[in-house]
């Protein structure tokens, strides 16, 4: 033991090896591989007749992506929703995390952290289910609609768009409560006896340090909604992106699905770009 | 800079809506777990707890309650030893592609589930494994890594290498540092990443369906194919019931251990 202690100690370059082939070997050769295999598979063919998975090259399937309508209206409704839930997100969270950092006694910014949280780790599809039987048919909506005229939203997009927006807010109310916190009240005073008023102070001091922070929380609730087939298909007869990957796969076509997966993949990566550029990663 | 108090009042009125929208969904689905008819329509006409004696004595439930915590308990296991290594390699070392390493242990919870669960069901498939509770164990703990990877490094960035380095001086080996000085240290960075790492495996849907096999049912699988069975409704609402005062146990550690743990990545 202490042989090999001491040999460790004299080659750190080897302990640094040791430290990092368990989680490259699992992560690049399990996740990268597996990856890789799947979208290999979005460059192979499908043989009609006997429904299997042809090793021959072809660019077939991302001709089907681009040319069939339904992918490209399924892209653009998944991307507009991901913009729409992540600014509903953003627009609810911000009053919270305000008010959670800079007016809630320490008590209370406690309490309300707590509340914030504890959802986060109640099951997602408890929440999903809860919202499913709540816009049914005689369901709670119905019930406090009805007397006032209204009617739920049924079972579209606004549907969704509401489950995503519920689902999500904790992940947009805790980045930006921490950015908040993280600005020193020096600058705010400096800003007042500068002679700016409040409401000047928070857009040209305030906004501009917490808007890392809003791009670190809209990763998550953009990421999310890209991915999820779940809600969707729960709360809605609306099909999204996922649902698309999902039923193709079903078919089966291996090929095709994949090839509708890089959609996702590649809308995440270019907006994980554009976030980094702002300084976000430092707010996660 | 002292807000007016229309500013604080208009905030503290937005706050209190935002919770009661938080709150209203879980609310709504406890009652519903009281509700004696198996209709779920509202308001409720009367309660009873009949459907907790039927949901505890029902076979499927608790297999899947027991499938979830072992799924859980093993990808934990191996998040914390493998995302402990990377956190150390990249805190503790200078080196080509320590980036690289980092953005490698977010991907697989930055990528939408969809493509991780279809990704690692067709290696599985084209390595002919068989699908079952190891196979949702490898697909939880590639997720949960980055969890324990977190934890980890905030702890590490932390603590001085000083303790380390006088560990060494007064004649302690590799391995009594690492008992005595850095275990101790780690020790509520462990129980944290290990806490949230859990409860993310226990709640995973996505990637599970696509890594399970036939007759493996984690809670959340078998939730989701109650819910599409009217029938079996009340007792998931009890199901979900308690799902929601379980949700207490890691907000409860998480805050006692302190607030380094913000890590809401997940």
């Known amino acids: 033991m202490r042989r090999i202690a001491v040999f460790l100690h004299r080659h750190p370059r080897l302990q640094l090896r040791l430290l990092l082939a368990a989680p490259l070997a699992w992560l690049a050769l399990a996740y990268l591989g597996s990856l890789a295999i799947l979208f290999a598979n979005a460059f192979w063919r499908l043989d009609s007749f006997t429904g299997k998975v042809v090793i021959e090259p072809t660019l077939a399937n991302f001709g089907t992506l681009l040319s069939n309508d339904v992918y490209r209206t399924l892209a653009l409704r998944t991307l507009g ?12 969270a911000f009053p919270v995390a305000y008010y959670m950092a800079r007016i809630a006694s320490p008590r209370m910014r406690g309490l309300l952290l707590v509340a914030i949280l504890m959802p986060l780790w109640a099951s997602y599809l408890v929440k999903v289910y809860a919202w499913r039987t709540m816009l049914l048919g005689n369901g ?53 006896d500068l002679g700016a008023r409040a409401g000047f102070t928070f857009r040209r001091v305030i906004l ?73 990663f430092e707010s996660l | 800079m002292e807000e ?41 006409v009367s309660y009873s707890l009949g459907w907790f004696a039927r949901a505890a004595g029902d076979q499927s439930v608790r ?66 494994i068989d699908f079952g509770l190891p196979t949702i164990i490898v697909g939880h703990a590639t997720f949960c890594v980055v969890i324990a990877y977190n934890n980890v490094l905030a702890r590490l960035r932390r603590t001085s290498r000083s303790l380390e380095e006088a560990s060494a001086d007064l004649g302690a080996d590799t391995w009594q540092t ?80 302190g607030g380094e743990t913000a890590g809401v990545t997940r």
């Open chain 1, 140 to 192: 709670v909506v119905d019930w406090v609609l009805q007397p006032l005229g209204l009617h739920g939203p049924g079972n579209g997009e606004i549907a969704i768009w509401l489950v995503f927006s519920y689902l999500w807010l904790p992940y947009m109310v805790l980045p930006i409560y921490a950015g908040l916190e993280r600005i020193p009240g020096s600058l705010l005073e400096a800003s007042a």
């Open chain 2, 4 to 44: 007016s108090r229309l500013v604080r009042g208009g905030l503290r009125l937005a706050t209190a809506v935002v919770l009661l929208f938080v709150y209203l969904p879980l609310v709504v689905i406890v009652m519903y777990a009281f509700n004696e008819s198996r209709v779920q329509s509202w308001p409720i």
């Open chain 2, 178 to 257: 690492f008992r005595y000085i850095f275990l101790p240290s780690l020790r509520t960075a462990l129980i944290a990443g290990g806490l949230l790492a859990f409860a993310l495996s226990f709640d995973e849907v996505i990637v599970t369906n696509f890594t399970a096999g036939p007759g493996v049912d984690t809670v959340p699988l078998w939730v989701l194919s109650a819910i599409q069975r009217p029938n079996a409704l009340p007792v998931v609402n009890v199901v979900a019931t308690a799902l929601i005062a379980l949700s207490v146990i890691p907000v409860y550690f998480a805050q006692r251990i």
């Open chain 1, 81 to 92: 929703m991901a913009v729409a839930v992540t600014l509903t997100c953003a627009i609810l």
């Open chain 1, 208 to 280: 501009p340090l917490v808007l890392p922070a809003v791009v670190a929380g809209s990763i998550f609730t953009f990421s999310l909604t890209l991915g999820d087939y779940i809600t969707p298909q729960l709360v809605s007869n609306t099909k999204m992106i996922g649902n698309a990957i999902y039923d193709t796969l079903g078919v089966p076509n291996l090929p095709l699905a994949a090839a509708i997966a890089t959609v996702p993949v590649v809308i995440v990566v270019l907006y994980l770009l554009a976030a980094r550029r702002t300084g976000a």
């Open chain 2, 63 to 128: 297999q899947a309650f027991f499938n979830s915590i072992l799924a859980a308990s093993g990808a934990t296991a191996i998040a914390l030893v493998l995302g402990s290594m990377a956190a150390f390699a990249v805190q503790r070392f200078e080196f080509f592609g320590r980036e690289t390493v980092t953005f490698l242990v977010i991907l697989p919870i930055a990528l939408p589930g969809v493509v991780t669960g279809v990704a690692l069901s067709t290696t599985f498939k084209t390595l002919g």
